[in-house]
């Protein structure tokens, strides 16, 4: 089977209130060259890498709620989730509350190779970032304290039963609101592979993890079912619906990708109601597709023999996914 090299990138759904100007343009860009560096890396290897590459770009150009750009927890740290999944053979490689590196998803890449452990969290995750002598993550920047503070004000003002969405995307106070990043590809073989990578919520509990660790929720590959997908938006939505396999077995039963997306996000909108996510999906013969109900969600595709990398962020933009 001949299959056109494509990858489809996700920056996160989400309210996205303080998106314009220079932050959307930069947001824009990283999506961009995301796309443009898993086209790259199809062109000389598989989908694995290619999302690997994509998703570490955007880990560390600072635009997304991933690596650099990470929002914080409810002590004012990162603690970042990441994962990978090869669709061959059903592989996967995760981390949670790690906030040892700019880049979880190099971690989740080893543990995805050496095959003895799927998921590491917290001090295990951080010890084994470590070991692989990966980029610091460091102290958050002032920038993000002064979020951290304002949001944190204002949670202590806010009723009990108010509490549940801080941090969210759907949070009517969130300014920095959008969330995980990720990508999916299919390679000239026709074998697919998917990744996300995130920060999280702000003002998460400490050791929260959410579906961007987990397999199935957050993400999902095999080939055999035909297909991969990258979820984004409220993890634990995720986690209950496993919005990523929900996909894949939509394709296993016949839906093309663009069917299987919004089936997915459609299963969410009828289990949780508006503002849940989106996600993205590539099949095994290269068909995409791309859906959300937040108020947006940054995509970008890139396709190998096409120069071309189509970017949107809201739902009335066109993009086409072909």
Known sequence: MSVTPKILVHGGAGAMRSMGGEREAAYRAGLVEAARLGREALRAGDALEAVLVAVRHMEACGAFNAGVGSCLDEDGRFSLDAALMRGSDRAAGAVGACAATVHPTDVARALLEEGRHVLLVGEGAERRARALGLPALGAPPEEKLET?????????KRAPEDLSTVGRPDDEQAEDSQDTVGAVAVDARGRVAAAVSTGGLWLKLRGRVGDSAIPGAGLYACDALGGASSTTGIGE?????????????????????????????????????????GIVVVDRLGRLGAAFNTQGMGRALASLGDEAVPVAVWPEEPFPLD
């Open 237 to 277: 939505r995720m986690i209950r619906a496993l919005t990523a396999k929900l996909a894949c077995d939509l394709i296993a039963a016949g839906a093309d990708a663009q069917a299987a997306a919004q089936g997915a996000v459609d299963d969410l909108a009828q289990r949780f109601g508006p503002d849940s996510g």
């Open 148 to 156: 951290y503070r304002r949001l944190l004000a204002d949670a202590s």
